[in-house]
T-cell receptor
Framework: SAVISQKPSRDICQRGTSLTIQCQVD?????MFWYRQQPGQSLTLIATANQGSEATYESGFVIDKFPISRPNLTFSTLTVSNMSPEDSSIYLCSGRVGNTIYFGEGSWLTVV | GQNIDQPTEMTATEGAIVQINCTYQTSGFNGLFWYQQHAGEAPTFLSYNVLDGLEEKGRFSSFLSRSKGYSYLLLKELQMKDSASYLC???????????????FGTGTLLAVQP
């Protein structure tokens, strides 16, 4: 298994600002991902965080809005840029260990 | 297209058994996951099925039929703490280029009553 820690766990952000979420895994995972869960909805994959190269984004998500870094096998960051109220959501980091995908505790962002 | 269907809500009684169904239609298939998510918390891994049949893990069991595009999660000896959302997720196949992508259903909110 893997223990995945995220910071911040919660934040209230002003419209137009940017926030960076950090994700730390306790072991080397083969893959790291970022998901979003909007209020009352299920999880949607934003992107796959690739070590040492640009992330692979899903349809509807772009690098300018959600820049991602992954400098090594156990750490990644997601930035939510130029936030609007529509970005209020839970952002979840996840990692693959073998055939299983584990999730961090999530970062609850509210944009006002 | 990609589609995963689960009932929106279910209610069951403490000590009973409940079965949560999930049907899926995806462009590729490389395994099905069940996660539990309590309100205000992140999803917790419950089970993974890639072959047909039943996987049992304590009070929780998960079944898969690939030919029918169908899975269920069976919870036995229900406890109040089992009240949560249960998420079904399908992982894409290598041939579809989505071997690591999880597609989630909307989740089933289970309420366990005394």
């Amino acid at each position: 298994s893997a223990v995945i820690s995220q910071k911040p766990s919660r934040d209230i952000c002003q419209r137009g600002t940017s926030l960076t979420i950090q994700c730390q895994v306790d072991s080397q995972v083969t893959m790291m991902f970022w998901y979003r869960q909007q209020p009352g909805q299920s999880l949607t994959l934003i992107a796959t965080a690739n070590q040492g190269s640009e992330a692979t984004y899903e349809s509807g998500f772009v690098i300018d809005k959600f820049p991602i870094s992954r400098p090594n096998l156990t750490f990644s960051t997601l930035t939510v840029s130029n936030m609007s109220p529509e970005d209020s959501s839970i952002y979840l980091c996840s990692g693959r260990v073998g055939n299983t995908i584990y999730f961090g505790e999530g970062s609850w962002l509210t944009v006002v | 297209g990609q589609n995963i269907d689960q009932p929106t809500e279910m209610t069951a009684t403490e000590g009973a058994i409940v079965q949560i169904n999930c049907t899926y239609q995806t462009s590729g298939f490389n395994g099905l996951f069940w996660y539990q998510q309590h309100a205000g918390e992140a999803p917790t891994f419950l089970s993974y099925n890639v072959l047909d049949g039943l996987e049992e893990k304590g009070r929780f069991s998960s079944f898969l039929s690939r030919s029918k595009g169908y899975s269920y999660l069976l919870l036995k000896e229900l406890q109040m703490k089992d009240s949560a959302s249960y998420l079904c997720a399908v992982r894409g196949s290598l041939s579809s280029g989505a071997t690591n992508k999880l597609i989630f259903g909307t989740g089933t909110l289970l309420a366990v009553q005394p």
